[in-house]
């Protein structure tokens, strides 16, 4: 028998890192659709893939799973604000939040961002109640900076351990 949800809950307690934002075009309306993924993870270097997992009671689930291409941006420390917008229902997040577009699939990248990476959808797998998207790769940029991390329902950021003399 599956475990209870509140054991469930304390299961999903593990720190996700780095929060991002992945975006893509809705293929009727041609607007932009999006979520908050806190399970974005590299896949393969050989080909370079990434995948995330995205609810099906998402508002954005049928125009991400059906997309050929999106973007995925992984969010700065100072970016939480982006971060929890994207995390609720309804145009407002699309409509506040500033968008680039990717040089090479010209799909919808945050600006600011730590890292924008540019995929094309390879798979996509339903299991439960999410679906698990994965994208090769076709062009990624990166800034410095520090990334922004969640856990125990709370955002925050990366603080390195001391190091310890041998």
């Known amino acids: 028998m599956p475990v209870s949800g509140e054991v469930y809950k304390q299961i999903g ?3 996700a890192g780095p929060v991002c934002i992945a975006a893509a075009y809705d293929r009727v309306t041609g607007a ?3 979520l908050t993924a806190s399970s974005f993870v590299t896949l393969s270097f050989e080909p370079p893939m990434v995948m995330f997992a995205i609810q099906q009671h998402a508002d954005s689930y049928t125009s ?3 997309s050929k291409a999106f973007g995925v941006s ?3 420390s100072g970016q939480s604000q ?3 917008l994207f995390a609720t229902k ?3 997040k699309y409509e506040r939040t500033p968008f680039s577009v990717g040089g090479t699939l010209k799909v919808p990248l945050i600006e600011g961002s730590l890292a924008e990476i540019e995929c094309l959808t390879s798979q996509v ?3 439960g109640d999410h679906a698990i998207i994965v994208g090769l790769v076709e062009a990624a940029r990166t800034r410095s900076g520090e990334p922004l991390l969640y856990f125990g329902g709370k955002f925050g950021c990366f603080a390195p351990l001391a190091t310890v003399a041998s």
């Open 13 to 15: 307690r593990n720190a």
């Open 32 to 34: 932009v659709v999006g």
């Open 64 to 66: 991400i799973v059906s």
């Open 74 to 76: 992984l969010l700065g």
């Open 82 to 84: 982006i971060a929890s």
């Open 90 to 92: 309804g145009r407002e």
């Open 125 to 127: 797998f339903v299991s």
